[in-house]
């Protein structure tokens, strides 16, 4: 056999697999068609890049309202409001020195919620938890008492110790200020976790009669939202609703004196979930000349036959969910696949992986991990998202293989393999 026909040319493909489901998703926009729309809808993404590896969880993409829109140096690094159409609170009479029931009271969801949000295909279920971490309202008066010299001065009056409520009752905490005017008063006030038990109360100074109408509107809130870990969910959208009593004892709760336009308000939950995968591959790399580890020159030279011929093959992969990686070949032994010379001659040859940043099932490196035709392998992010991974197709034939080639010189040994990279998002 020529040294020159034994170098053996392996040729290979890649393919990745995707199933549709337009039929199903066809039905389900008809069915929710049906549905109410809720009150408010709270969005975020999960959507990994591999410009930016580090973002490992979902990003708000909820449209900013209220509050910081109005006031949008109030709200910075982010904080941001979301506009709650309580409608118009409006308030009996109101005394000096009334139980706190019966002054302006306030207690809101502000301790976490947990909202069971679905896949909308699957029904898989995942847990958001949702709390209340301010809460702003604008108070409207129509009797602001005449006389003083500014608006600060007569809505300051109006409270018991003259304290305006740019100074939030205990328990909430400042959280910036607002617009005042002769008959208005803006406000932000902090909700910690307290707040859904303890309520904060501001009493007036005087007797404030129904005839000056007393009431709240503008309603937004700031909210903590707590979302679960991405990289255990499938690609997709889940939604979820949480509705909330408006009532005495209820879940926003104004006290005894309130009048509320509405008896509840609901808030729809809905999470995206966009895992990323790519695998890149360049063309020179689809194909494999087997060859000796330090090449044919010791062999031309007169030395022994090479024990092993082998070829690395390099791609780049992304991913931020499970794959599954099967092999498949044109000649196999029911096991590991197998060079042909077209004459009746066949060895076998073995495809292993290496992939940094990668696990196997039993959390072990995926490094010369060996594919064989009899079994699927579970492999995943060893940190969720692994982008750029810089990987190796290592496939090799192994001593017996190559003195069975040596056997038949004049031969050109060949064989097609297959290895389908099938990621896990749905």
């Known amino acids: 056999m020529s040294r020159e026909c034994l170098r053996c040319r392996l040729k290979r493909a890649l393919a990745r697999c995707a199933v549709g489901r337009m039929a199903t998703c066809a039905w389900l926009l008809v069915a929710s068609g049906l549905a109410l729309a809720a009150d408010v809808r709270i969005t975020a993404e999960f959507k990994p890049s591999v410009f930016n590896p580090g973002k490992t969880a ?17 709200c910075p690094n982010g ?35 947990d909202v069971t949000v679905r896949h909308a295909v699957s029904g898989e279920p995942a847990i ?34 003259g304290v ?12 910036g200020v607002g617009g005042i005017g002769w008959d ?15 309520p904060c109360v501001k009493k007036p100074s005087r007797v404030i009669p129904t005839r000056e109408r007393f009431r709240l509107t503008n309603h937004s809130v700031a909210y903590e939202l707590v979302t679960p870990n991405p990289f255990g969910m499938k690609n997709g959208v889940y939604r979820g609703s949480q509705v909330f009593s408006v009532s005495p004892h209820g879940d926003f709760d104004f006290g005894d004196k309130a009048i509320p336009s509405r008896s509840s308000i609901e808030l729809e939950f809905e999470l995206t979930v966009a895992h990323h995968f790519q695998l890149d591959m360049s063309d020179a790399a689809r194909r494999a000349v087997l060859e000796p580890p330090r090449g044919w020159g010791e062999w031309l030279a007169g030395a022994a036959a090479p024990t092993r011929l082998g070829r690395d093959l390099g791609f780049v992969l992304s991913l931020s969910a499970p794959v599954t990686v099967s092999l498949g070949c044109a000649s196999t032994d029911g096991r590991r696949c197998r060079l042909d010379n077209g004459q009746g001659s066949r060895v076998p040859y073995s495809v292993a992986l290496s992939i940094p940043g990668i696990v196997t099932n039993a959390a072990q490196p995926v490094s010369r991990l060996e594919m064989t035709t009899d ?21 090799e034939a192994g001593e017996q293989s190559v003195a069975e080639m040596i056997k038949h010189p004049g031969s050109k040994y060949a064989d097609v393999f297959t290895l389908t990279f099938d990621a896990q998002t749905d």
């Open 58 to 74: 979902f990003i708000n993409t909820t449209p900013i309202s209220g509050y910081c829109v109005n006031y949008p140096g109030e």
């Open 79 to 113: 904080k941001f409001t979301i506009a709650l159409p309580l409608g118009t609170v409006h308030f009996g009479e109101l005394l000096p020195g009334a139980p706190n029931r019966e002054s302006i009271y306030f207690r809101v969801p502000s301790e976490f919620v």
């Open 128 to 161: 958001v938890r949702f709390r209340v971490s301010v809460f702003s309202a604008m108070y409207q008066i129509d009797g602001l008492a005449s006389g003083a010299s500014d608006a600060y001065g007569a809505h300051a009056a109006l409270w018991q110790d």
């Open 164 to 175: 305006r409520w740019v100074y939030p009752a205990a328990p909430c905490t400042y959280s």
């Open 184 to 198: 208005f008063y803006h406000f932000a006030w902090g909700t910690p976790p307290v707040t859904h038990t303890t």
């Open 375 to 395: 079994q699927i392998r579970s492999l995943s992010p060893a940190q969720g998202f692994t982008a750029n991974a810089k990987s190796r197709i290592h496939v």
